[in-house]
């Protein structure tokens, strides 16, 4: 996937991928499990852009006013929503991939050129939701 997506390392995420130990061990394959986990993404992605703000919780950077002058209205990545709406996941056995396969998105990601708005990535909820996600798909293993 080209462009801007999220990578989760055992950094911080451990309960995580210790729950997806367990549910592949059980199972053999995480694709099950991976999509609702993407779906999950998917609408919590859409929900901060709505909001304009960060996984985080902090508020984007708001426009200039020379932007708003040009554009003609003051929302933040917003022009078309092609970001958002091109933002997609992709599971395999062991993998979930997730983000967007335009380039420009880390240019607003990391503020390349432009201000800083971070918009991809994982906030404490999104974690403690994919938790309970895991620990839904464990139980149905074990019943």
Do not use: C
Not at 12 to 31: M, N
Not at 44 to 69: F, K, M, N, V, Y
């Amino acid at each position: 996937m080209a462009g801007a997506f999220l990578t989760i390392t055992p950094s911080g995420y451990e309960p995580v991928l210790e729950q997806l130990q367990r549910y592949y061990e059980k199972s053999g394959d995480l694709r099950p499990v991976l999509a609702d986990i993407g779906e999950m993404l998917l609408t919590s992605h859409r929900e901060r852009w709505q909001d304009e703000q960060a996984p985080d919780g902090t508020p984007w950077l708001p426009l200039s006013e020379e932007t708003i002058e040009r554009k003609g209205h003051d929302l933040i990545l917003r022009e078309h929503d092609y970001l958002r709406d091109m933002l997609n996941y992709q599971v395999d056995p062991l993998a979930l991939y997730f983000g967007t396969p335009e380039e420009y998105g880390e240019y607003h990601q990391f503020g390349m050129g432009v201000p800083e708005r971070a918009w991809l990535g994982a906030s404490s909820a999104d974690q403690q939701q994919v938790l309970d996600l895991v620990g839904a798909y464990l139980e149905g293993e074990e019943s």
